[in-house]
């Protein structure tokens, strides 16, 4: 039976926890990628189904709050839906929840179509509009259309790519660019743990290449602003993070 509403357990593994035993956040957006792919193939527009019509799903923007990070060893439940669909966009929201069902966090995500050959987005195929099961009910609201690009004078951190971090659509995971997008972040909170990400996906990260990560404050307050930038000048990423006061 092809339900609205998809959940999927997990449980914080080593590798998921940073220092101080949380939960990275780049783990949480993990998890929320395979429940949205779980959910999409039991819908009927899975990874397969989307490769046979030449297309392939990549996410353009995530925003994720957190509330509270899970510790290693405990159990996590996301609850995914397919929310919206505006043009060529296909929103996914969730909720994320401790093992007795107390929120941890939450997040809305917008999905596009790759037309695999061409490499550029492409109409969604009829088979996803025909049953997308759209829900009323929304976990987080974007704040806007467009992120503002870090100022110049902050911190910087070179990376390369490397085969590893490359997905099914041979490009880096986004995922991985979330992580890579936090590097530059100045001592002091945890830089796995921010209480909030937005992340613009702009463009696609192939292999070899060499990135620049760079973050800067956003006015005076508690957030930064991130980009990462090919040695060639193209933006992949902007994102911008939320950390405690103080």
């Known amino acids: 039976m092809k339900a609205a509403v998809h959940e999927a357990a997990f449980t914080v593994g080593v590798a998921d926890a940073g220092p101080g035993r949380g939960a990275r956040v780049s783990a949480v957006a993990d998890w929320l990628q395979n429940a949205a792919a779980a959910h999409a193939r039991e819908l009927g527009f899975g990874s ?3 490769r046979e ?9 995530l925003a994720l709050r957190m509330d509270a990070y899970p510790p290693l060893g405990a159990r996590v439940v996301v609850r995914t839906w397919p929310a919206a669909l505006e043009g060529l966009r296909a929103m996914r929201d969730f ?5 007795a069902g107390a929120p941890l966090g939450a997040a809305t995500s917008v999905w596009v179509a790759l037309d695999v050959a061409r490499r550029r987005a492409a109409p969604l195929p009829p088979f996803v509009t025909a049953c997308h099961p759209a829900q009323a009910e929304r976990a987080l609201e974007l704040t806007g259309r467009a992120l503002p690009a870090p100022g110049p004078g ?5 990376i390369l790519t490397r085969l590893a971090d490359l997905d099914e659509n041979g490009h ?4 991985r ?27 696609e990260c192939r292999h070899p290449e060499t ?10 307050g508690p957030a930064l602003l991130h980009a990462l930038t090919t040695a060639g000048g193209t933006e992949l990423v902007r994102m911008r993070s939320l950390w405690p006061a103080g």
């Open 48 to 50: 397969r189904q989307m």
């Open 53 to 61: 019509a030449g297309v392939a799903w990549v996410l353009a923007r």
């Open 95 to 99: 909720h994320i929840l401790d093992a």
């Open 154 to 158: 902050g911190p910087q951190c070179p």
């Open 172 to 175: 880096v995971n986004n995922v």
């Open 177 to 203: 660019l979330l992580e890579w997008a936090l590097e530059p972040v100045p001592a002091g909170p945890p830089r796995e743990r921010p209480l909030l990400v937005d992340i613009a996906f702009r463009a």
């Open 211 to 220: 990135v620049t990560a760079s973050c800067a404050p956003e006015g005076g």
